[in-house]
């Protein structure tokens, strides 16, 4: 699983990244309930294992170029 997260103008924004596997954990239930409980705005995106670990590369990709253009 992978999360991200961000603040616009007061607005908590998040997204998370898992496998349907991991959707039905309890605990990752759970923590995505008290996420919506702190007022974030939740995305959910759902991969299968077979291309996991291609969208956490582009996830990472994507963090470093906006952090890059944040400066």
Not at 10 to 27: A, D, G, R
Not at 46 to 59: A, S
């Amino acid at each position: 699983m992978q999360i991200t997260s961000n603040e616009i103008s007061n607005t908590k924004y998040m997204q998370i990244y898992l496998t349907k596997e991991e959707l039905k954990i309890q605990e990752i239930q759970d923590k995505i309930k008290e996420y919506k409980k702190q007022k974030y705005k939740i995305g959910i995106f759902v991969t299968g294992k077979e291309n996991y670990p291609e969208i956490l590369k582009k996830i990472v990709t994507k963090q470093v170029e906006l952090s890059d253009n944040a400066c």
